[in-house]
């Protein structure tokens, strides 16, 4: 979700759009694990919604995400403290941590929804405990700020986590299918961006550009780059060695999202990849003076020059439209044609 911006966060959705490990932690190999695999989710399992980043808007952001879970053929418990605000967040940091342990220690509950993200989750991560999460792991699924818990949980414990919809997103019956494919059908999916001209003689909308051609194979690892980059330096962000990294952004001004990308560069995260997707900078506009740098610059600039292979305009983000992306399982990168295959299950 924005991590700034409480009213964006309801309005993001998701619409009908085709679809054609071992990690180590930052610095510290001492704590390298193998992946762990949640099990595969089944109708009639129990979801539990939490909300570890920024407070709800209202109480329909709640029901919202109910009924969807419940519609899926899911029953839902809610955390104790989702409707707590404690300045912008949902709560203490100790009552959305509570909430947080108790999904996982719950032998009653199947999975795990974030209602939102927005911002705060980064918070949190020195207190998990990962002991817990790695003796009872769960399907977890957010995205934006989620992906602090997102990097942390496969930094430390070799987690497989998702990369998606949050509760307030709308959910199109294609987004459910897509769901249902992954988490309960335990599909491969191969992720394309739409192909659809419309009355147009060519593509104009969700078209990709090819930074650097060529096929690559390695752990899908990703998410957000601000929170990302501010995990640089800690230990709570993976070893991205052989790794294919995927980011996204939202209102953020293109000096700020080069200020990032060389957070990456300097950390030596860049340097570390086999291949590169870039999905949607939503509202990336710039703050103002004469000749910002725009997105393609900034691509060229740092991911070019890596050849590895690269492309970017993949409909993942603060989009309509966007992959469910299982963090951590192995996955095949075709630069030149705009495609992300899924090699292995995400969840057993």
């Avoid at 029953?75 to 605000?85: A, C, D, K, L, N």
């Avoid at 699924?141 to 986590?161: E, F, H």
């Avoid at 959910?171 to 988490?183: C, E, G, R």
């Avoid at 950390?267 to 910002?292: H, M, Q, R, W």
Wanted: with cysteine; net charge neutral; glycine share 10%.
């Amino acid at each position: 979700m924005d991590k700034r911006s409480f009213i964006k966060s309801i309005s993001l959705g998701l619409a009908t759009f085709p679809l054609i490990g071992r990690s180590a932690v930052w610095g510290d190999p001492r704590e390298a694990t193998e992946g762990i695999k949640a099990k595969a989710l089944k109708k009639g399992d129990t979801i539990g919604l939490i909300t570890p980043a920024s407070a709800v808007i209202d109480e329909a952001s709640i029901t919202f995400s109910r009924e969807v879970l419940e519609e899926m053929g899911f029953q839902v418990v809610e955390g104790r403290y989702i409707r707590e605000r404690y300045g912008n967040l949902a709560g203490t940091d100790e009552q959305r941590l509570a909430d947080f342990h108790r999904m996982f220690s719950d032998d009653r509950i199947d999975g795990i929804l974030c209602v939102r993200g927005g911002s705060g989750a980064s918070r949190l991560l020195d207190r998990i405990d990962y002991d817990l999460i790695r003796s009872k792991p769960k399907v977890l699924l957010g995205y934006s700020d989620i992906t602090a818990l997102i990097m942390a949980l496969y930094a430390k414990t070799g987690l497989i986590t998702f990369h998606g919809p949050v509760g307030t997103s709308t959910w199109s019956n294609y987004v459910a299918q897509t769901f249902t494919d992954i988490l309960i059908d335990k599909q491969k999916m191969t992720y394309k961006n739409p192909e659809n001209k419309g009355d147009n003689i060519i593509q104009y909308k969700d078209r990709i550009t090819t930074i650097h051609p060529g096929v690559a194979e390695g752990k899908l690892l990703g998410g957000n780059l601000t929170l990302i980059s501010g995990l640089c330096g800690s230990p709570y962000l993976p070893d991205f060695s052989g790794s294919i990294l995927f980011l996204e952004e939202i209102n953020e001004s293109p000096e700020k999202v080069d200020r990032m990308f060389c957070q990456l560069k300097n950390a030596g995260v860049l340097s570390k990849i086999a291949g590169f997707v870039f999905g949607k900078c939503t509202d990336c506009n710039p703050s103002g003076g004469y000749g910002s740098l725009n997105l393609d610059q900034i691509l060229q600039d740092y991911i070019h020059p890596l050849q590895v292979p690269a492309y970017s305009g993949a409909v993942i983000g603060h989009i309509n439209n966007q992959f469910l992306l299982p963090v951590g399982v192995t996955a095949k990168l075709d630069a030149g044609n705009g495609t992300l295959e899924i090699t292995e299950h995400a969840v057993k």
